[in-house]
């Protein structure tokens, strides 16, 4: 490539090589530091003249090839051209990580947001800026430690099947000026150079440009995206544990010998029976015969109204009630029933039945209750309710659809699908104006308007929390909507012939609906966050990130105490101490979806300590929350758990998973890593709280049709931690892996040991106690054996261990080329 050279008048100067202004013309006649980003550099953009961000002949070529073709756009006055035929482009180094297929998203024309932007309606104060385009320039001088959040960023390879990101220009880190004489002595033609390549350290005030984690499972048109917000991306934090699984797999042959039992219980307990089983189009009288007896219903209404009414408010009580009356006394008059009402009873019931307990249940009842018999409810409610041809679905409608999401979600049903149908139920009713202030509207009626605000405000709640668990962005945002929420009132204090609304009572003080009251107020902030970590690209300054938190942790501050009046009233109780835990655990959901991607890179990058912190504080207050829960009551222990107790617990075996400084990367003793290293017994407590967690969700896991191996992916990466933490007692940690997986499927056959659900074989190898077998066992066997054939690779026959290429129990169960299978990057 040709070099013109610049003719100099000084014969006794060394001629200075001349390098191509890679700068726009107006920064160069301006003589400021351009960044070269095409089509408009950021400096024009804020300056308001785009248009006149012009480049020389030859610039595009001198950019590195991450710039498509895409940049030609055709409104766009350039005068920027091709490169000639027969030169050269810049070569991307091999160490820049710039993928050759990378299509970065073109910058906004006039830099200005759009109006859907995370960050440009953060709540309180919390303003947006214009994005900032990503940073281009030239990578030869990058640094390792500028591929922010390379762990996250990294996609998995056997779970995805498609390229990994690419990671260039997530931080757009500031140069450093040279000295003032050498910026004086300096040519103006070589205005670049005036500035160190020396990079200086990362402000709060700067722009950064991250792609979150995902997974797409699949290949071709047939594929299944997740988000950040699922468990199984942050389970790719642990690189060793798949070597750690395949050593217990090695060291344990019973895990070979029962696999047809473990393959069952993956799968689901009830996959067989009642969940593939055809039946048909349920009737009035099919439904209405369903119907458990009058004590049956009774006692499961009383906990649905205890648990799960009084956080998801969609009915009016005492309403309710006197029709729940009204239906039993008709019950001789079987033309009379409703079959929507009879849909609503049997979804309600189904909420409640794993708050129960089934010998109680069974002992108020005539006929005999199967395990599935809730499960048979719900499937039937579905049928009737997508049989129903609503043009303009009315209340009831609303209810049945919030009822069987709420059912499903009891049972762990279709939770693949949950997302789409809060999606969908939203925009029912936004078409219904459940979104608009209904006090507008003189022909709704004072009663009506009320249950309208709490529909909506649940619907809302729901949405949101399923795209959390998801990693999906949630479907409205708080400007997409006016209506206001519910009355801090009691349910008594409204009926259908209320003329008048009452006063909303202060917020203090306990009512029917204090819980959606509460949450509702920082509703905003937590949409705004869902919306922003899960967005393609997360645009931001971290001084937002930092404003965010300070504005959920003061929603968490002003959770009010609801001292109750009557201590023996221990309904009232539970009611109290379960709308705190759940308001806890949702704005701490919050705070985890935040910081945790710039609390993995907390140890590299100092400005990210408080991240960290934050990180660990919000797990560290759901797992004391779901162990107090745990310790009060089952019931308040089942309604505690959701994917915020997955998240915390495996955001707190990630941090004691990397106490140990990485010699590749500084370690900085503001992160919250160090404390582990200076707090004694910091990490037993935090060992403590986790594994009180998987109690918690063990317990879960025996009910729910799926579950057992989120179960088992938990109970092994608890020992992974532990191995790492106390590696003398490596051994006894993975013994303790085998004796849950046998404890848990032993209590699971135990349980449905009569079931006919269960499939021909019936408890299989469990009609034996197979953790008995294996507790006596004195030790596990060898990974590596003597008596192994002189190759090395095939162990003998009498250790049980399947040779390569048959079917390898422990990982099929696992499913770890699905989670684990990752290559992250160093």
């Known amino acids: 490539m040709e070099i013109e050279m610049e003719p100099h008048t000084q014969p006794d100067r060394v001629r200075k090589r001349r390098r191509r202004t890679m700068a726009c013309t107006q920064c160069r006649s301006r003589k400021l530091k351009c960044d070269r980003e095409y089509p408009t550099c950021s400096r024009c953009l804020k300056s308001r003249t ?48 710039i993928l050759k297929s990378s299509a970065r998203p073109e ?36 640094e390792r430690r500028d591929c922010f959040l390379e762990t996250v960023l990294g996609a998995p390879k056997a779970a995805v099947r498609q390229e990994p990101y690419a990671s260039t220009g997530m931080l757009q880190r ?82 070979t010998q029962i696999r047809p039992d473990l393959e069952r219980v993956k799968r689901g307990l009830w996959k067989r029976k009642p969940l593939n089983t055809p039946f048909p189009e349920p009737t009035t009288a099919s439904l209405v015969g369903m119907l458990p007896s009058r004590g049956v219903a009774d006692e499961l209404i009383s906990l649905y109204l205890t648990y799960i009414e009084s956080t998801h408010r969609i009915l009016h009580v005492p309403s309710f009630l006197r029709e729940v009356d009204e239906f039993w006394a008709m019950l001789d008059s079987p033309s009379s029933l409703s079959a929507g009402f009879a849909v609503q009873l049997l979804l309600v019931l189904a909420c409640a039945w794993n708050l129960a307990d089934f010998a109680s249940l069974q002992s108020k009842n005539m006929a005999e209750l199967k395990c599935y018999t809730a499960i048979e409810w719900v499937l039937h409610a579905e049928r009737w309710v997508e049989n129903l041809h609503n043009k303009r679905p009315e209340i009831n409608t609303m209810r049945l659809s919030i009822l069987l999401i709420l059912a499903r979600n009891s049972h762990g049903m279709k939770r693949s699908q949950a997302w789409l149908a809060t999606g ?37 709640e729901l949405d949101l929390q399923v795209a959390l668990d998801r990693g999906m962005p949630p479907s409205v945002q708080n400007f997409d909507f006016d209506a206001s929420p519910a009355f801090n009132i009691h349910d008594d204090e409204l009926n259908e012939n209320t003329t008048e609304a ?21 509703l905003p902030l937590r949409l705004q966050a869902c919306s922003l970590m899960h967005s393609p690209r997360i645009s931001c300054r971290y001084e937002d990130i930092q404003r965010l938190d300070w504005e959920l942790t003061r929603c968490l501050a002003s959770i009010p105490s609801w001292a109750t009046t009557e201590p023996r009233d221990i309904v009232t109780q539970h009611k109290v101490f379960l709308w705190k835990a759940l308001i806890e655990n949702k704005i701490s959901q919050s705070l985890l979806s935040v910081h945790t991607p710039f609390a993995i890179e907390a140890r590299r990058e100092a400005l990210f300590a408080p991240s960290a912190r934050s990180r660990m504080d919000a797990a560290t207050r759901i797992l004391s929350t779901q162990r107090r829960m745990h310790e009060t009551s089952r019931s308040l222990s089942l309604c505690t758990l959701g994917e915020w107790t997955i998240h915390a617990y495996l955001s707190i075996c990630q941090l004691l998973h990397t106490t140990e400084p990485d010699n590749g990367a500084p370690f900085y003793p503001t992160s919250s890593a160090s404390l582990i290293h200076n707090l004694p017994g910091l990490p037993e407590s935090l060992i403590s709280l986790v594994e009180t967690a998987l109690i918690s969700l063990e317990e879960r896991s025996l009910l729910v049709t799926k579950g057992a191996k989120d179960y088992f992916f938990l109970s092994t990466i608890v020992a992974l931690v532990k191995a790492r933490l106390w590696p003398a007692q490596a051994i006894v940690y993975k013994q303790q892996v085998v004796e849950r997986i046998l404890a848990f499927a032993q209590a699971l056959f135990s349980r449905h040991a009569g079931c006919e659900h269960l499939g021909p074989h019936g408890m299989g190898n469990f009609k034996n106690n197979q953790v008995a077998a294996f507790t006596a066992t004195p030790a596990m066997v060898p990974i590596i054996s003597n008596e192994f054939d002189p190759n090395g690779m095939l162990p003998p026959p009498h250790l049980g261990v399947t040779p390569p290429g048959d079917f390898d129990p422990f990982l099929e169960i696992f499913d770890w080329e699905d989670l684990t299978g990752m290559t992250l990057p160093c």
């Open 107 to 142: 910058p906004f024309p006039h830099g200005e947001p759009t109006p859907s932007h995370p960050m440009h309606h953060i709540h309180h104060g919390l303003s947006g800026h214009a994005l900032a385009p990503p940073y281009r320039g030239h990578p030869a001088g990058r």
């Open 502 to 522: 009452p006063e909303s009572r202060p917020l203090n003080e306990v009512t029917d609906t204090s819980f959606q009251s509460i949450l509702s107020q920082s």
């Open 50 to 97: 785009p248009s006149k961000c012009t480049y020389e002949d030859g610039f595009l070529w001198q950019q590195p090839t991450t710039v498509g073709t895409t940049a030609f756009a055709p409104d766009r006055d350039s005068t920027a051209s091709m490169p000639p035929a027969g030169s050269n482009p810049v070569e991307t180094p091999p160490d820049s990580e």
């Open 174 to 255: 500031q140069k450093r000026p040279a000295p003032e004489s050498q910026m004086q002595n300096s040519s103006l033609a070589d205005d670049d150079d005036a500035y160190e390549t020396e990079e200086d350290f990362l402000s709060p005030s700067r722009q950064l440009d991250l792609s979150p984690r995902m997974m797409m499972r699949g290949r071709e048109t047939g594929t299944r995206f997740s988000g950040s917000g699922i468990f199984a991306n942050l389970v790719t934090q642990f690189p060793d544990i798949k070597p750690f699984a395949e050593e217990i797999k090695l060291s344990n042959p019973i895990i």
């Open 424 to 460: 969908t139920l939203v925009k029912q009713a936004m078409m219904a104006g459940y979104h608009r202030d209904p006090s507008r509207y003189a022909r709704i009626s004072v009663f009506n308007k009320e249950m309208r605000r709490r529909i909506w405000s649940t619907i809302v």
